[in-house]
């Protein structure tokens, strides 16, 4: 599309602008930034506490848990916080892209909807992990 004396153009003015200090990051950056560590702080919370499912599970004998049901309590309880503060954090950001116009209101509910998709799918995974491994604990009993 471009010759490469465009490209080049075209680099050397993105770099005038970098320079003039034009790109100063938009308040919402560190907020996103901020959210998706915490989801993924919450994504690894998960799949270990998932993990420690299954490894309580497998035991032949519920009698020698090793503490497992109370780190799994434990874990299940700061899971349930972290997704709790990524909700509070997600709605403050909703509020802030209702807020921006432009292309950059569009590119916030754009980042908005992707971070609202992600803690969907944790949370699914919570509850799946959650509700089977209750069954699983219940059936055991009976």
């Known amino acids: 599309l471009y010759s490469e004396d465009a ?3 075209l680099l ?3 770099e005038q602008d970098l320079e003039a ?11 996103v930034e901020g959210l998706n560590y915490q989801i993924s702080r919450a994504e ?3 799949e270990e506490l998932d993990s420690l499912h299954k490894r309580h599970l497998s035991r032949p004998n519920m009698d020698d848990d090793d503490g497992e049901e109370k780190q799994i309590q434990k874990l299940t309880q700061e899971t349930t916080a972290m997704f709790s503060s990524c909700q509070r954090q997600l709605k403050q950001l909703q509020l802030q892209s209702s807020r921006s ?8 509910r754009n980042i908005v909807i992707n971070l609202v998709n992600r803690m969907q799918d944790i949370t699914s995974k919570f509850r799946l992990s959650q509700g089977d491994y209750l069954r699983r604990i219940k059936a ?3």
């Open 101 to 108: 116009s432009g292309k950059e209101g569009v590119i916030v």
């Open 21 to 31: 200090g034009d790109s100063v990051a938009p308040a919402w950056a560190g907020k």
């Open 140 to 142: 055991r009993e009976e």
């Open 44 to 46: 690894k919370k998960v």
């Open 7 to 9: 490209r080049v153009s």
């Open 12 to 14: 050397r003015e993105d």
